[in-house]
């Protein structure tokens, strides 16, 4: 839907797909409720944090915040 008005790149999903394999290990492989949750709120956390930062800043704590919940807990919050 976005070719009329965009260059058509092989690149065109990838920050969709990036911000959900986030969301995926986060919330836990398998459980939609978990993936539910936690996509609502780094949706949350992300407009906060580039109101407040730059937006790379706002990217890096996400990924971080990912790679925390790795080390703390890998199979994700909720566990189907």
Same mark, same amino acid.
Do not use: H
């Given at each position: 839907?976005?070719?009329?008005?965009?260059?058509?790149?092989?690149?065109?999903?990838?920050?969709? !797909? *990036?911000?959900? %394999?986030?969301?995926?290990? +986060?919330?836990?492989?398998?459980? #939609?409720?978990?993936?539910?949750?936690?996509?609502?709120?780094?949706?949350?956390?992300?407009?906060?944090?580039?109101?407040? !930062? *730059?937006?790379? %800043?706002?990217?890096?704590? +996400?990924?971080?915040?990912?790679? #925390?919940?790795?080390?703390?807990?890998?199979?994700?919050?909720?566990?189907?």
């Amino acid at each position: 839907l976005m070719v009329p008005i965009a260059l058509f790149t092989p690149m065109m999903g990838q920050n969709v !797909l *990036i911000k959900a %394999f986030v969301v995926v290990v +986060i919330g836990g492989m398998g459980s #939609v409720t978990g993936a539910v949750v936690v996509g609502i709120a780094i949706g949350l956390l992300e407009v906060l944090l580039r109101s407040l !930062l *730059i937006d790379g %800043f706002a990217q890096a704590i +996400i990924y971080s915040l990912m790679i #925390v919940m790795l080390l703390i807990r890998p199979q994700g919050l909720f566990q189907p």
